[in-house]
């Protein structure tokens, strides 16, 4: 089984900064990665996904994530956010050998809110 | 393409009444997934199907819940009879591909906050 850490519940940011949202993920064998984003009265949809090949991959809305198998992280960045970033984002992965995409485990969610 | 389709959209019952959720999923797609999402325990995975039929009900909590999915385009999310606990927000999702190891994205829709008096 696997399961995802977001240690950030909330994470304040000023607009036009640059912004880490932070995932760890615990499995016994390989695994797809995924952030997904959720706005407010909304479901969720997918920012980028980690399946193999090149670590840092890249995503919409200006996001990238890169995943490091030694520390077990898929961390998302922003380079510089905007208002409209305000979302909830959750880190999410599912077993290359049970489940593929199709069973997903996610966190608990990082509230990422930009500030003027 | 209008993407899952969730009814209704806001639900209010009292204990022990009947609730059932309902999801139209992207056409073409033939994987459905049903979630959870509450502030104690995140979004959880509840069952998922792969052409109409369940594959995983492992999510599922207890027999008061039960999940049908009749044809391609339609599924539904019973809850007989709801109790207070069960207040959350019922996604609906769906993905274009039914192999299990499918890497395809899920799409989901707007969902349903269930609230049990």
């Known amino acids: 089984a696997q399961s995802v850490t977001q240690l950030d519940s909330q994470v304040p940011v000023f607009e036009e900064a640059p912004v880490e949202l932070r995932c760890n993920y615990s499995?016994?064998?390989?695994?797809?990665l995924f952030w997904y984003v959720q706005y407010p009265n909304q479901g969720l949809q997918l920012l980028l996904k980690?399946?193999?090949?090149?670590?840092l991959v890249k995503g919409i809305n200006g996001f990238e994530a890169e995943f490091n198998k030694s520390q077990t992280s898929f961390h998302l960045r922003k380079p510089s956010v905007h208002i409209s970033d305000t979302a909830e984002y959750f880190c999410a992965v599912s077993d290359i050998l049970t489940g593929g995409g199709n069973k997903l485990t996610f966190g608990t969610g990082t509230q990422l809110k930009v500030e003027l | 393409d209008a993407g899952v389709i969730q009814s209704p959209r806001h639900e209010v019952t009292e204990m022990g009444q009947e609730v059932t959720l309902r999801c139209k999923p992207i056409?073409?797609?033939?994987?459905l997934f049903w979630y959870r999402q509450t502030m104690m325990r995140g979004l959880e995975l509840l069952i998922y199907?792969?052409?109409?039929?369940?594959?995983?009900d492992s999510g599922m909590p207890e027999d008061r819940f039960s999940a049908k999915m009749p044809n391609a385009s339609f599924s539904t999310l019973k809850i007989q009879p709801s109790e207070p606990r069960d207040s959350a927000v019922y996604f609906c999702?769906?993905?274009?591909?039914?192999?299990?190891?499918?890497?395809?994205?899920?799409?989901f829709g707007p969902g349903t906050r269930l609230t049990v008096l």
């Open positions: 499995s016994s064998v390989s695994v797809y």
């Open positions: 980690y399946l193999s090949g090149s670590t």
């Open positions: 199907f792969n052409n109409n039929v369940p594959i995983d």
């Open positions: 056409s073409g797609h033939n994987s």
């Open positions: 999702a769906s993905s274009p591909i039914a192999v299990a190891s499918s890497t395809d994205t899920q799409y």
